[in-house]
């Protein structure tokens, strides 16, 4: 069974700072997906990684296959980017294991 | 984008009832969807795999006649909460497989039973 940690478990940051969220697990995968989870509950798929890194707005995905490891950086951060985000890993099209999740505010 | 939609988003019932939620991949089919639920600051556990046409795959721990689900369709697998209880109150989230096995999240169901 794959256990997925993330940290931190909640981060508090000012307006505009750059922040990063650390996502590591245990079992190799083919697939790690980035998810934000609002207060409502409601998930948005942010990006799906099996490689390398990947880029959309603000937001950046990078994954390192032989570390077992995944960052993902919000870069000019916003009070609008305050939510949970949520790694889960596994294979491709497969059931996906989760990680506990950063809760996230960006104070303005 | 693939658009995967959950009905209802919310639910409240009274104990012993039994309620359905459906999950539907919009524009796209899906052999595979899975059923997850969230309880209160906990992250996502798995529920099941449902497979259209096949019986679905239950996580262990979760009942399978507690929680039937039933995928009569490529485009809607839904799970149905037989004689809930308080502690059944919980966030179901599905979610669809579609073309490069991407996986695609429904808003989730809120479900509140009194």
């Not at chain 2, 089919?29 to 600051?41: E, L, N, S, V």
Request: glycine share 10%.
């Amino acid at each position: 069974k794959n256990e997925v940690e993330q940290s931190p478990q909640n981060l508090t940051a000012q307006e505009g700072e750059f922040i990063t969220i650390n996502c590591s697990y245990s079992v190799g995968i083919s697939a790690l997906h980035w998810l934000q989870q609002h207060p409502g509950g409601g998930i948005v798929s942010l990006f799906m990684l099996s490689s390398g890194k990947k880029k959309h707005g603000r937001l950046i995905a990078t994954i390192n296959i032989q570390e077992k490891h995944s960052s993902l950086h919000i870069t000019a951060s916003h009070p609008r980017d305050s939510a949970v985000y949520i790694c889960a890993v596994g294979e491709a099209g497969n059931m996906l294991t989760f990680g506990g999740g950063t809760r996230l505010m960006v104070k303005p | 984008g693939a658009v995967v939609s959950q009905h209802p988003s919310r639910v409240i019932c009274k104990s012993g009832t039994s309620v359905k939620i459906e999950c539907r991949s919009l524009d796209f089919q899906a052999t595979t969807m899975f059923w997850y639920r969230q309880f209160p600051k906990q992250s996502l556990m798995l529920m099941a795999t449902s497979n259209e046409g096949s019986k679905a795959t239950y996580e262990q721990g979760v009942e399978k006649d507690k929680f039937l689900i039933n995928h009569a369709s490529l485009t809607l697998s839904t799970l149905t909460v037989t004689s809930a209880h308080p502690e059944d109150s919980s966030f179901y989230i599905c979610s669809a497989v579609g073309g490069l096995e991407t996986q695609y999240f429904g808003p989730g169901t809120r479900l509140l039973v009194l």
